[in-house]
């Protein structure tokens, strides 16, 4: 159980263009999810927590009018990266937890952003 | 905020034993947890253990936590070639939100 899906796995796109990225829980509802971004050979930087039906709280250094995060349902959180650029090149995933707490267990599988 | 240090790099021969090592400063950690990354993939939990805690072992991973000093390490017996990964460590107090270290690359020669 706890499963959380994140589509695309990659995506590929013009500099100046809009990406959208989807985090779902599968099998249960998720009233909290974060998200994270991770550049190459460094950790997990935590870019912000979602609650399910309120403003999505980010992390200090984080622009939160280029990375719109939606949490409209308790199963489904969205990432929008705005007017991406080539710095925004990154690995950003997702983890959700329900209202009793999944500890530490439900991650997405990534989405590998690449912008040209 | 809270800092998780860990040594970037480990090499071990197949068939040894693997030691990872992670230090944190929040005092008030409650959950502790290693993450397996494999290439172009997203984390896998590996194992978990509560801060009142001073050891958990599961097959072949054996996690010692020192909270005097804030030191967690993990050790893979017999490692093998598809342990080669990056390991992260990461810390929570409330079960939720994570930090997270800056991984442990590491590389098992055959």
């Known amino acids: 159980g706890a499963v959380v899906s994140q589509h695309p796995s990659w995506v590929i796109c013009k500099s100046g263009t809009s990406v959208k990225i989807e985090c779902r829980s599968l099998?249960?509802?998720?009233?909290?999810m974060f998200w994270y971004r991770q550049f190459p050979k460094q950790s997990l930087m935590l870019m912000a927590t979602?609650?399910?039906?309120?403003?999505?709280?980010?992390e200090q250094g984080v622009e939160k009018d280029k990375f719109l995060i939606n949490h409209a349902s308790l199963t489904l959180s969205t990432l929008t990266v705005t007017s991406a650029h080539p710095e925004d090149s990154s690995f950003y995933i997702c983890s959700a937890t329900g209202a009793l707490g999944n500890y530490g267990y439900t991650f997405g599988s990534g989405t590998r952003l690449t912008v040209v | 905020g809270e800092d998780v240090e860990q040594s970037l790099f480990l090499s071990v021969r197949e068939g040894d034993s693997s030691v990872i090592n992670c230090t944190y400063t929040?005092?008030?950690?409650?959950?502790l947890y290693w993450y397996k990354q494999e290439p172009g993939a997203g984390l896998q939990l590996l194992t978990y253990i509560f801060s009142n805690m001073d050891m958990k072992q599961d097959q072949r991973l054996t996690v010692l936590l020192n909270k005097k000093d804030k030191h967690l390490s993990l050790r893979i017996a017999d490692t093998q070639t598809g342990d080669s990964a990056i390991y992260f460590c990461?810390?929570?107090?409330?079960?939720?939100?994570?930090?997270f270290g800056t991984g442990t690359s590491l590389t098992v020669i055959p």
């Open positions: 929040d005092s008030s950690s409650t959950y």
């Open positions: 990461a810390e929570s107090h409330t079960g939720n939100q994570f930090y």
């Open positions: 979602s609650n399910e039906g309120s403003k999505a709280t980010y």
């Open positions: 099998d249960f509802q998720a009233t909290t």
